[in-house]
């Protein structure tokens, strides 16, 4: 009986001091992060056409400081919802360009021909050279802050030129051109 007893003091206290060896030993520690994006509303925005054909146009017809085959096209922006009260919904406007004579023109590196890109303007009417151009980067707001945008139609003119100096500075090369504009929902 007493052997018992031995090996269990034995192993209290082998136990005891492993214990305090335990709590003598600084503490593991993990760390999780966590993610998430927070959209303060929404709004769905649709376009009447998926492309728009700006047609062709014959190099002899380029003249400085003008507008060749403006077409119009349409954003729908309905349905928005949620909108945070210190901030105002807007349509961001991206896309890759160039800047010829002080104009944004819109142009992807895949266009092949050169010395020319679209010019987009936010109008009712057909726009003319002169007219301010929508750049890469700008917001059109949809809306004062606070308050959800009521649905609307945002009527813009697409057209391709080739600036106004640039043109006779500049050779134009005939080819394709192609440009790539993206519209989307942000908070300001």
């Not at 031995?6 to 709590?23: E, G, V």
């Not at 927070?38 to 649709?46: A, D, I, K, Q, W």
């Not at 802050?145 to 609307?152: E, F, I, K």
């Amino acid at each position: 009986m007493r052997s018992i007893i031995t090996c269990n003091k034995r192993t209290l206290l082998l136990t005891i001091w492993a214990l305090s060896a335990l709590i003598g030993q600084p503490a593991q520690a993990v760390t999780l992060n966590f993610s998430a994006i927070l959209n303060p509303g929404t709004c769905t925005f649709s376009l009447d056409k998926s492309t728009l054909a700006l047609d062709s146009v014959h190099l002899s017809q380029f003249a400085p400081a003008t507008l060749q085959a403006a077409q119009p096209f349409t954003l729908t922006v309905q349905d928005c919802s949620g909108t945070d009260a210190s901030l105002a919904p807007v349509v961001n406007v991206s896309g890759d360009g160039i800047t010829r004579d002080s104009k944004w023109l819109f142009r992807s590196s895949d266009s092949s021909a050169a010395g020319v890109g679209v010019m987009l303007v936010k109008t009712d009417v057909p726009p003319a050279y002169g007219s301010t151009e929508v750049k890469n980067g700008d917001n059109i707001p949809l809306a004062p802050a606070g308050v959800n945008p009521p649905d609307q139609n945002i009527r813009f003119y697409a057209g391709i030129t080739c600036g106004s100096l640039a043109c006779t500075s500049d050779p134009i090369t005939p080819g394709t051109l192609t440009a790539r504009i993206l519209f989307n929902l942000a908070y300001r």
